[in-house]
């Protein structure tokens, strides 16, 4: 199993341009999840989904778009990137809530 | 004042010493997870707890939900246990089910 796994592992982008940041399990997990770290913050849940076609915010989602539409894949999407997005960003899963996750490498990103 | 606290923040031992990292939370869970976060910044998943106590080589796990609370403690601490060690909580109740909390991270340094 590869795990968890996040691509790209760094990128910089300008004020206002778009991207995907991807994220894959090949675990079968019902449960995945986006994170933000940033310095003297901690974790912070951007957005969820307990399933195929379900989706839900969390504490910081604004600026941010995901889906879910297959079990496998919960890519996140910036619409168009601000500086306070220069953070680095992890996806996790689990086989279902409250279950142990599985973090991906995560990924750097810069906004200038 | 954040749901999740830890502490200390940050803590060196001298190698072969006892630690102890202690987490309080003011939030219903369904599940308390303890992670490790290395320099190079992968998370890896510990424990992940419910009631009780758990045990993996050197560390154990504990968590009180009538107190609110949890510590991992390290025993004879070596110089590859220097991480950050994170708490998080899977918040209970039907508004914040599936969400997962974090706590600030304490850094642990062990020093031969």
């Known amino acids: 199993n590869a795990g968890v796994t996040q691509t790209p592992k760094f990128q910089v982008l300008k004020t206002g341009q778009s991207m995907t940041l991807q994220c894959a399990q090949d675990?079968?997990?019902?449960?995945m999840s986006w994170y933000r770290q940033d310095p003297g913050m901690g974790l912070r849940l951007i957005h969820y989904?307990?399933?195929?076609?379900?989706?839900d915010q969390g504490e910081v989602p604004n600026g941010y778009n995901v889906s879910r539409s297959t079990t496998e894949d919960f890519p996140l999407r910036l619409l168009s990137a601000a500086p306070s997005q220069t953070s680095v960003y992890f996806c996790?899963?689990?086989?279902?809530?409250?279950?142990?996750?599985?973090f991906g490498p995560g990924t750097r990103l810069t906004v200038t | 004042k954040n749901e999740v606290e830890q502490s200390p923040q940050n803590l060196t031992a001298q190698e072969g010493e006892f630690i102890t990292i202690n987490c309080s939370y003011s939030?219903?869970?369904?599940?308390l997870h303890w992670l490790q976060q290395h320099p190079g910044g992968g998370i890896v998943s510990l424990f992940m707890?419910?009631?009780g106590k758990k045990k993996h080589g050197r560390l154990i796990a504990t968590i009180n939900i009538q107190e609110k609370h949890s510590s991992l403690h390290i025993t004879a601490s070596h110089p590859r246990d220097s991480a950050v060690y994170i708490c998080?909580?899977?918040?209970?109740?039907?508004?914040?089910?599936?969400?997962?909390?974090f706590g600030a991270g304490t850094q642990v340094v062990v020093t031969p």
């Open positions: 989904s307990v399933g195929a076609g379900i989706t």
């Open positions: 707890l419910s009631s």
């Open positions: 939030v219903g869970i369904s599940a």
């Open positions: 998080a909580v899977n918040r209970g109740g039907t508004d914040s089910w599936g969400k997962l909390q």
């Open positions: 996790a899963s689990s086989y279902t809530v409250g279950n142990e996750q599985y």
């Open positions: 675990m079968n997990h019902e449960y």
